[in-house]
């Protein structure tokens, strides 16, 4: 079945002790992509990268990383999590050679920074 | 700002209504999607419309597409309680992807 898998789904923490959210997909797809989600607004690009080795920012890149080491995984990083980055966050991945096409989500990650 | 602003921002029908969302953008694009959401999972597409082309219809969806206007609407005829959820519009440019802040439909059985 084609997905995009993310872990941990819920996940609380203490301010400054780094985590990291892995996601990965079985689709082949060169695009992954990281969301955040906050009430009432949309998503908001956090990293973005189209290809192995290749990332760059989205609109909220501040105190995230990313690496693209392998082209199925695409971790995101929270090296100091602050209570402001307390959202829902997603990962997605499509395939950029039909440019556009459909994003495929995962199912979101929970986290709370207290 | 948001690429993407839905309007309205909430919309509540009865089953069997028309629900219409609208969706307006700021730079050139090469194609526009919408997305549902359910209540905190993850956005599945709906429709895809490439901005050559100015309707496309999938099942129940209807959307347009107005690139002078840089606007788009997405129609669901016929709404059943099931349809009840987000709708997002999103365009990718140059790998940068911006969604809007959705349209919250609830469809009252």
């Known amino acids: 079945e084609a997905q995009v898998t993310q872990n941990p789904r819920y996940l609380i923490t203490v301010t400054g002790k780094k985590l990291t959210v892995t996601c990965s997909q079985n689709?082949?797809?060169?695009?992954m992509s990281w969301y955040r989600q906050d009430p009432g607004l949309g998503l908001r690009q956090i990293y973005y990268?189209?290809?192995?080795?290749?990332?760059d920012k989205g609109d909220v890149p501040e105190g995230y990383k990313v690496s693209r080491k392998e082209k199925r995984n695409f971790p995101l990083i929270l090296e100091s999590p602050s209570p402001n980055q307390t959202s829902l966050y997603f990962c997605?991945?499509?395939?950029?050679?039909?440019?556009?096409?459909?994003?495929?989500f995962g199912q979101g990650t929970r986290l709370t920074v207290v | 700002s948001q690429q993407g602003e839905e309007d309205p921002q909430a919309l509540s029908i009865q089953e069997g209504e028309n629900a219409t969302m609208n969706c307006s953008y700021k730079?050139?694009?090469?194609?526009l999607q919408w997305y549902r959401q359910n209540s905190g999972r993850g956005l599945v597409h709906l429709i895809l419309?490439?901005?050559?082309?100015r309707e496309k219809h999938s099942g129940r969806l209807r959307v347009t597409l107005d690139t002078s206007k840089k606007s788009s609407s997405l129609l669901i005829t016929a709404s059943r309680a099931a349809d009840t959820a987000s709708y997002f519009c999103?365009?990718?440019?140059?790998?940068?992807?911006?969604f809007g802040d959705g349209t919250t439909l609830t469809v009252k059985p």
């Open positions: 419309i490439r901005s050559n082309e």
């Open positions: 689709m082949n797809h060169e695009y």
């Open positions: 990268s189209m290809n192995v080795e290749v990332t």
């Open positions: 999103a365009t990718v440019v140059a790998g940068k992807s911006t």
């Open positions: 997605a991945s499509s395939d950029q050679t039909l440019p556009g096409t459909e994003a495929f």
């Open positions: 730079t050139s694009i090469n194609n």
